[in-house]
């Protein structure tokens, strides 16, 4: 029997939906509209059965789903992960279409992914699961189409995989995937925006919130995490404590981040480093510190723990890190959140510049990449920070309502509601 007493749990689209409809509300759009832009464009489930090195067959399952192309081909990047099932992908991929359109890039959003883990799997054993996952999905992409990209237990070399696997069967299509390595046509500075592009926010946002960054919290090194922490720490920021998927490590004197960026790329646990106190993945959130940066996976502040939290700020460098009662229990503390589709979109906002390098079969430097990045995020945090202002609506609702109005205005310009 169900407990009629036990809340229902919170779906990541319960999340995501929720925060677009604070927007919606602020933005007086209409109840059709509204359906219209929740609901995704087209889902696809596919079986990916991979014959493992063992002998033995596994059959996994894999999503791609489009949800808003409004505003351009679909664009989001693909996870390999254990927690990434249709759910999880829809409403990473509506977050994506928020996010594209706050930065004012001309994609819609997407997301797809296969439910694994990709630790447990060898290098040729990816690579299969790669191609047959790329097979089954790409009646639906196109550089026109819908361009994937990379994101948890994905990357440059699985980019490779998918650019080789769709080339077989379309011809040579760089632009087909973004998050490439540089040899096969990969953008200069991808592999580092999402993180750099955090660092970017954090340096706009202590001016405005007045924030110091002497003690700043990373759950998660992973490819966001660890590039973030580079760049905060050339900024002068201190890191006191970050973590991985086995566990964090704590010092209050700081982190020496250049040496323990190493373990992140060679993907070596952080509880092997000796010089500083072992902490838990549920206690680094909770620490004290100016700035908590949750860099890992989605729905780790929730309504539990968002109490014990003791930053003074919170960016979201991971997608989705707060749920909807997370959030509500935030606000009521008066800490302010600086949401996933603004902090993480320096990922994004190569990639396009990784598609575009790619048409025009032309190479940008560092120096072009960078300042163009760093011209678009500084637009949008400027854009969320004056609505945040001057209607006195959450950064979150803010930046719902910049990217919720585009998409709503080149929807109705297209003539889909006549
Ligand atoms: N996976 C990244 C994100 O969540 C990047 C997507 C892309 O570059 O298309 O924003």
């Known amino acids: 029997m169900p407990n009629p007493n036990e809340k229902k749990k919170e779906s990541p689209t319960d999340t995501v939906n929720y ?30 059965p991979l014959r493992r090195n ?8 894999g999503y791609r789903v489009q949800h808003n192309g409004s505003r351009g081909p679909y664009k989001g990047g693909i996870r390999f992960h254990s927690t990434a099932d249709l759910e ?3 409403a990473l991929a509506a977050l994506m279409t928020w996010k594209t359109a706050l930065a004012d890039i001309p994609f819609g959003g997407a997301k797809g992914g296969v439910t694994c ?3 447990d799997l060898e290098t040729n054993e990816l690579e299969r699961l790669t191609r047959i996952f790329t097979r089954k999905i790409s009646l639906i992409l196109g550089p026109q189409r819908d361009i994937p990209a990379p994101d948890m237990g994905t990357d ?22 973004t998050g490439k390595p540089i040899e096969l046509g990969g953008s200069i500075g991808r592999n580092e925006a999402t993180g750099h592009g955090t660092s970017i926010i954090i340096a706009e946002a202590t001016i405005d919130f007045n924030l110091s960054f002497d003690k700043v919290v990373i759950h998660g090194f992973g490819n966001v995490g660890s590039h973030a922490a580079l760049y905060l720490t050339q900024m002068g920021a201190k890191i006191i404590a970050i973590s991985d998927y086995y566990g964090g490590i704590y010092n209050p004197n700081g982190l020496p981040i250049q040496q323990l960026f190493q373990y992140a790329v060679e993907r070596r646990p952080l509880k092997d480093y000796r010089d500083a106190d072992q902490i838990s993945n549920q206690e680094i959130l909770e620490l004290e510190c100016d700035i908590l940066i949750p860099a890992a996976i989605g729905g780790v502040i929730t309504e539990e723990n968002a109490n014990r939290i003791q930053a003074s700020a919170i960016f979201e460098a991971a997608n989705y890190p707060t749920t909807m009662s997370g959030e509500q229990v935030l606000a009521d503390r008066g800490i302010p959140v600086f949401p996933d589709i603004l902090v993480n979109a320096g990922g994004v906002i190569v990639s396009y510049f990784e598609w575009v390098q790619n048409i025009q079969q032309f190479k940008w430097d560092i120096n072009r990449v960078n300042k163009e990045m760093k011209e678009m995020l500084v637009k949008a945090y400027k854009n969320v920070f004056e ?4 209607k006195g609506v959450s950064l979150r609702t803010a930046a719902f309502m910049v ?10 310009l297209r003539g889909y509601l006549t």
């Open 88 to 90: 999880d992908i829809r």
């Open 54 to 61: 063992d002998g033995h067959l596994d059959l996994y399952t």
């Open 19 to 48: 925060f677009f409809d604070g927007a919606a509300e602020q933005l007086g759009l209409s109840e059709e509209i509204c359906q219209t832009l929740i609901k995704p464009y087209r889902e696809i489930i596919v079986e990916v």
């Open 156 to 177: 440059a070399q699985v980019m490779a995989w998918m650019m080789d696997e769709y080339g077989k069967r379309y011809g040579h299509t760089p632009e087909i995937v």
């Open 403 to 412: 990217g919720v109005q585009r998409v709503a205005k080149a929807t109705e």
């Open 387 to 390: 609505i945040h202002k001057n």
């Open 117 to 119: 883990n990709a630790l």
